[in-house]
């Protein structure tokens, strides 16, 4: 069964700190992982995409690793700050269809306190 | 930003009313989606469409039907909304089928049956 599993559920650090959030899944075949960024009420908007090939990928603040190996990936948020508080959701897609079915995890709720 | 709209962004009704949710893009996208989002959970896959005349059934059952008549519009409609409705709605679009394609989300709709 494809699934994405993340953790921690949720996290909470201060402001400036760096936190790193897990992504696990079982999606076959693999055709790239995601990482959206989710604020409350609102739609996700994509951080990074991945393919089976890459390994690393920055956006900003935001660095996201994949071992397609192990089947995980990380996200990476330098010095955080107060707008970073949302829902980190990792998503993987599969290479056997053409609809480009979307596997989501749940997210990692990530509270930045001042 | 994605130029992906949904209306309304808050809807409060009663049971036994009949609803539609607005979806349009105005990126000439041929896919388009419907999710479903629960408080905490993952996004669930409810409706999509390969483009005009074309609706598939996602991967969880909804009481919900959807159209597509023009490119740029993807309406979902309730015939008879229920409490068990009562969830956050997420339109997407993307420019080609495949799973290597981004996905942009609408802001979503949040319905509350009462």
């Known amino acids: 069964k494809n699934q994405v599993e993340q953790s921690p559920q949720s996290l909470i650090i201060l402001e400036g700190k760096n936190c790193t959030l897990q992504?696990?899944?079982?999606?076959?075949?693999?055709?790239?992982l995601r990482w959206y960024k989710q604020d409350t009420g609102r739609g996700p908007v994509s951080l990074t995409i991945?393919?089976?090939?890459?390994n690393t990928k920055s956006n900003g603040r935001y660095t996201a690793t994949l071992d397609a190996d192990t089947k995980q990936s990380s996200l990476h948020i330098t010095a955080s700050q107060l707008s970073d508080s949302a829902s980190y959701i990792c998503?993987?897609?599969?290479?056997?269809?053409?609809?480009?079915?979307?596997?989501f995890g749940r997210g990692t709720q990530l509270t930045v306190w001042p | 930003e994605a130029d992906i709209y949904q209306t309304p962004r808050y809807l409060v009704i009663g049971t036994g009313k009949k609803i539609t949710l607005e979806c349009s893009q105005t990126?000439?996208?041929?896919?388009m989606y419907w999710y479903q989002q629960d408080p905490g959970m993952e996004l669930h896959l409810i409706h999509y469409?390969?483009?005009?005349?074309?609706?598939e059934k996602g991967d969880l059952s909804s009481e919900s039907t959807v159209s597509r008549i023009r490119t740029e519009h993807f309406p979902l409609t309730l015939e008879s909304a229920r409490p068990s409705h009562t969830s956050q709605y997420l339109c997407?679009?993307?420019?080609?089928?495949?799973?290597?394609?981004?996905?942009?989300f609408g802001p979503g709709t949040r319905l509350t049956v009462t």
């Open positions: 469409s390969y483009g005009v005349n074309s609706t």
């Open positions: 992504c696990n899944y079982t999606v076959s075949p693999f055709s790239n």
């Open positions: 997407a679009s993307s420019p080609a089928p495949g799973g290597g394609y981004e996905q942009y």
């Open positions: 990126m000439g996208h041929d896919k």
């Open positions: 998503v993987v897609s599969d290479r056997g269809s053409t609809l480009g079915r979307l596997y």
């Open positions: 991945m393919t089976f090939s890459e």
